[in-house]
Structure formats: structure tokens, C-alpha cells
């Protein structure tokens, strides 16, 4: 059995450079110097004075994988907890053990590959504990067996794994996890692809425990804000459970850290800041109050994201994303509201309801068009529900569209009314309630996690196996942009076009889908996030 004593020699040992190698970081000096000891036997760093040489070299073979990694650089404050917290997301921990006197620790995961997965993950991401950076390499040992009698380890262990599974911690382990941990977390969002609102965070992260304040800001470029729980433990419970995790699918990762506040100071209450104990806090000057009643509302949604943590967040809902995307919250139903949108400096010359019905389709699931007889550079939009009106809406205001570039808002209206029986109103006003060319009628669809702004590529699919490159380049140089790019997938059903402009893209997306290619099938053509 390998006590502490025999893994802190084994260390020494490993430390001589024979095999374990930190990941994505390069050494400095100051690491340099633990390798460079008069007892280590290394020949192979030289001071660049005895030799000639401009550069120092260090000759290290690297481990074979493991599932025990040895992790480094740790801060002198670091409890088991926290290093515990590094391999959660990629599985589960079996096993501990703290070298307190050299800054370093061993973690044994609980197979081999969840080890490999969190080594490749930390070669691009580097890991961080109380804000410091740490190192993490495979080990020479390939099982971690400590004394049984830690039994404060093992318990520590449990506990974490419990809550991993949406347990909760014996009151031994709450002190342990509360000694690690602030009650404010330092939340940053990466890949912001959404909009990431200040009542989304609190439906997430409300999972957890009760939510005090927040605090959201932007700084250098990324959107940050600081949260405070009633309870540290909470606080340690959601960054085990959240850190890393996207809120959307493949987009808006979670980076979460402890902050060196312990408490919040908000003076108002408002779309930046919310102090949950104190409703009366004014809202600010300029800046708008939200209204608790819709984030409650929100909060049932039964096909929001937001109510089915813990876990894995789950990926992008049609109801979710619109919320997110138009950086506000409103669902059908709620005052303010509204599945119909108006649309207005349209090119009157050019615009149909059916163009409309394929632009804004993209969307969500268009059921009515009407072009106002009296003004028609303007067009009433009848979505499925509000949610689908805020993602066309975030999305479409501001393009351009036949040369102009449109304004897209929420009408009042709740409906498009059709024309009474046996009034001609010149094809203004066309009903799409049954139209099969609906993307999102089907629940569950790829179409849901497809959704992207409006972009020069443009993804095809459906397409012939008879119909080539030049097939498709002609057709949509034909529709009056310019073919930048082409790329087929592998399978010759699917293709990237790229065309000059957003706006000939918008045109071609008009124009082409469901175009007939023969046979019966129809071209399918929607925006890429992709470029070639």
C-alpha cells in the first residue's frame, strides 16, 4: 500500500523529469528549478555559460495515460474540494490524495478515459483553483491507494459525488465544501452566440439554492456578472455542477470561479442588477424594471431549458432562444407580448407576402402575411407564438432586404386578420397556417438547433445526386449574386455556398428554397454558421 510518505518520495522521483508532463503550459524558471535539484540527477538543463549554448533544454519523456493525474501549482489554501471539483466534469473521482507541503495533489478518475478526456480538455483550457493557474499531467501510478483510515478524505469524496448527483452533502462535508467557497460567484460567458439575460441566470442557478443578488456587466469584451447565494455550500454546489457547461447548445459556456467578495452592493433593480431581498430598490435612472411575475412565468415554461437542471444543460429551445436572443423575456400570453410582428421600409416594388413567408420562416413558423393596403412598405407577420416574433425580430431588423434595409418591431396586434368574404384585396393577405413548408412543426426537430443570423453562407440540402457543382453555382449566380465559394459534404446531399454579400444571401434564400430541382425534390436552403 502507497502511504502519503511513499507518494511524496514517488513524487521526488517524478519530479526528476523521467515522465509526467504538464499540459499546454510551458514551464518557467521557478518551475524549472524543483527539476534542477543537486540530487536529481539530470544532466540535460544547462545554463547556457558552460556549453555555449543561448537556450536551455529540458529533455522529458511523457507519460503514458493514466487515470491518475498529478496536478501541481496548487495554492497553499486549497482543500481536497477544490481539487476534487477539477475532475468532476469529466466523470467521477475515486480517489485523493493532498501533498499539502509541496503545492501538489493526486487525483485518481474513475477509468482511464475520463482521465484522457480532462488532460485534452486542459491542454486548451487552462485550470484554474482560487483564480490560480494549476498543472496537470498523467501520472506514473496507475491506482491511487491511500490509508483507509482518512476517513475525513473518503467522506469528503462521497459528498461531492452525492452532490454531483443532485444528492445532498452530510453537514460534515457542507462545512468542508463552505471553508472552500465564497457565496459569490464570478460568472463568465463564453462563446456568447445568445444573449445571456440577468433572470436566466437566476432560473439556472436558482437549481442550487437560493439566489440573493446579481450583478451583470461587460468587461473586456465578455459578458460577466457576480452572483450571491444565501449559502455557501449552494455556492459550491453549482459551480461543481455548472462550470463548463453550455446554456445553449454549443454556445454560452459557463466559466465560473469564486469571487473575493463575500457580499453584494446593489442599489437598484433593473436588467443589470437585482437585489432579490429588497423589491423596493428603484430601477435607475433610464433603465428599465422588470417585471417579476413574467421571469416567473418564464420559469414554467415546460420547454425552457432553464427547468431541468441539474445536469447537463439541455440544448437550445425555440422558447429559450428567442428569450435570450431578443435580450429580454416575454412569452405568449404576458402583457407586452406578441406573436405579430411589423415590418416596415420594405421595397414596395419587389416585396410578397410569400417572401416574407420564406424570409421570416427561417424563424419560426409563419401563419399569416398581410401587406397593408394603404402603406405598402409595411407588412403585418403573424408567427406561431411570441417566442418565434422575438428570434425573427433579433434576428431580421437591420438587413437588407430588395436594397432596403428593413425595421422589424412587435405589433400590437395579436392576430392578422384575413379579409372578410368576397373582398379582393390584391393578394395582400395570405394564410400560411397549413403550410407544409414549416421548419419547426415537428417537435424536437434539428431544425430548433439550427438557427443561426442571417450570414454570406448559405447550408443546402436535399439535393440530387445527379446535380453537380456547376448545377449550383449557375443557379444561384442566376439569382443575382456572385458565388464566392462551394463546398460539398461528404455525402453529396448537403452543400455550403458562399455568396458575396449577406444580402444576395438573403435574396438567394428567398428566391431558392424549395426549388424544385426535379424529381419532386425540393431544395432546402437556410443560413450557415459556417464559412468555407
Known sequence: MLTIAHLTKMEVLESTGISDVAVGVKRGSDELSMYNSPNSGMGSISD????????????????????????????????????????????????????????????????????????????????????????????????????????RTQAVLQAVSAVQSGGSPSSDVQEALAAASSPVLRIIIDNMFYPVTLDVLQQIFSKFGTVMKIITFTKNNQFQALLQFSDPVNAQQAKLALDGQNIYNSCCTLRIDFSKLVNLNVKYNNDKSRDYTRPELPAGDGQPSLDPTVAAAFSKDSNSLLGKIPGALNPLSAAAAAAAAAGRVALAGQAGSSGVLLVSNLNEEMVTPQSLFTLFGVYGDVQRVKILYNKKDSALIQMSDANQAQLA?????????????????????????????????????????????????????KNFQN??????????????????????????????????????????????????????????????????????????????????
Do not use: C, W
Open 451 to 532: 438557427i443561426f443570423p442571417p450570414s454570406a453562407t448559405l447550408h443546402l440540402s436535399n439535393i440530387p445526386q445527379d446535380v453537380t457543382e456547376d448545377d449550383l453555382r449557375l443557379l444561384f449566380s442566376n439569382a443575382g449574386g456572385t458565388v464566392k465559394a462551394f463546398k460539398f459534404f461528404q455525402d453529396r446531399k448537403m452543400a455550403l455556398i458562399q455568396m458575396s454579400t449577406v444580402e444576395e444571401a438573403i435574396q438567394a434564400l428567398i428566391d431558392l428554397h424549395n426549388y424544385n430541382m426535379g424529381g419532386n425534390q425540393h431544395l432546402r436552403v437556410s443560413f450557415s454558421k459556417s464559412t468555407i
Open 48 to 151: 547556457g555559460a558552460s556549453n555555449g549554448s543561448d537556450s536551455k533544454k529540458l529533455r522529458v519523456e511523457e507519460a503514458p495515460p493514466s487515470r491518475v493525474l498529478h496536478i501541481r501549482k496548487l495554492p497553499n489554501e486549497a482543500s481536497e474540494t477544490e481539487v476534487i471539483a477539477l475532475g468532476l466534469p469529466f466523470g467521477k473521482v475515486t480517489n485523493i490524495l493532498t501533498l499539502k507541503g509541496k503545492n501538489q495533489a493526486f487525483l485518481e478518475m474513475g477509468t482511464e478515459e475520463a482521465a484522457i478526456t480532462m488532460v485534452n480538455y486542459y491542454t486548451t483550457v487552462t485550470p484554474h483553483v482560487r483564480n490560480v493557474p494549476v498543472f496537470i499531467q498523467y501520472s506514473n501510478h496507475k491506482e491511487l491507494k491511500t490509508d483507509a483510515g482518512n476517513q
Open 393 to 445: 425580430m433579433s434576428h431580421l431588423n437591420g438587413q437588407k432586404m430588395y436594397g432596403k434595409i428593413i425595421r422589424v418591431t412587435l405589433s400590437k396586434h395579436q392576430t392578422v386578420a384575413l379579409p372578410r368574404d368576397g373582398l379582393d384585396d390584391q393578394g395582400l393577405t395570405k394564410d400560411y397556417a397549413n403550410s407544409p413548408l414549416h421548419r419547426f412543426k415537428k417537435p424536437g426537430s
